[in-house]
């Protein structure tokens, strides 16, 4: 079989799932991800030949994709700004408004010479304190989640792009435990309302960790509350938060933050949404 085969084989297969242009990329994707070929091989001498094991890959691969698990948990890695992440079903694949989010900070922060401690609650497979602590080099970069298999991904992660992140485990419901001064707080909490499910795709809801998307409904702003809690008693004066949010959930949040005495200021995302907010303490 040569890669031009296996490229058809992708596309007979796959053709009432998905377009055409989505399974040459995932075709390119596998060759070059995971086959370590460059894609350009495939135009240049689409006749060389695939491996029995790249074969059985592919095999299985179209299955995957048939069932709608997501391309990144087929090749294992997803791609956050600069960097390359491993991911697997224990953590969401990041999304590209949470890459505006860590824009924001970097813009905020970029040409700040004070050495600032930043910390990201529920740092998944670590994509916000990465690159926070890649970009920003001169300051110290925490990161927390409650599970160790979590965590030992985020730390790979780490590894594989060369930075220096303090991770930690503790439940974000104890947070106030936590006494560690910060001048920085970054989240994407879950924030997704249960009822939302219904428009949301297979292959979110069937391999993605619903733990780490839903919210009840009857609390959604808890992971919020929790999170301001903690910044009352150990954010320093002036600090920042920069928080993820529901656009659905923007007013009550509003009414929730005004309690704490922080001056709110929103972005909108690349979708026209309001999925941003920054946070200044007043107090």
Request: with cysteine; charged share 30%.
């Amino acid at each position: 079989m040569t890669l031009m085969d296996g490229k058809n084989f992708f596309l007979k297969n796959l053709e009432n799932t998905y377009n055409n242009k989505e399974i040459i990329y995932y075709y390119k994707l596998i060759l070059s991800e995971v086959f370590k070929r460059n894609e350009l091989q495939l135009a240049l001498d689409p006749k060389s030949s695939l491996k029995n094991s790249e074969f059985t890959f592919l095999k299985q691969a179209v299955k995957n994709l048939l069932a709608q698990k997501p391309i990144q948990f087929i090749i294992g890695k997803a791609f956050f700004r600069s960097l390359t992440l491993y991911v697997n079903e224990n953590v969401l694949i990041p999304r590209p408004e949470t890459e505006e989010l860590v824009d924001w900070v970097i813009e905020d922060f970029r040409d700040i010479q004070l050495k600032k401690n930043i910390i990201d609650i529920g740092t998944g497979s670590g994509c916000i304190a990465i690159s926070l602590a890649k970009e920003l080099k001169r300051n110290i970069v925490y990161a927390l989640d409650n599970d160790d298999a979590i965590l030992e991904l985020a730390k790979r992660n780490a590894k594989k792009n060369n930075v220096e992140v303090n991770f930690f485990k503790k439940d974000i419901n104890f947070l106030n435990s936590l006494n560690l001064k910060i001048d920085i707080i970054v989240s994407n909490p879950p924030y997704v309302l249960k009822k939302e499910k219904k428009n949301m795709k297979l292959n979110v809801l069937k391999h993605e960790p619903n733990e780490a998307i839903f919210v009840d409904d009857e609390d959604p702003l808890k992971f919020y509350r929790l999170i301001l809690d903690y910044a009352k008693l150990n954010l320093e004066k002036s600090g920042l938060i920069y928080f993820e949010i529901n656009p659905l959930l923007i007013k009550d949040l509003r009414i929730l933050i005004s309690a704490y005495n922080f001056k709110i200021k929103q972005r909108i995302d690349i979708f026209g949404k309001v999925r941003m907010l920054r946070l200044q303490k007043t107090l």
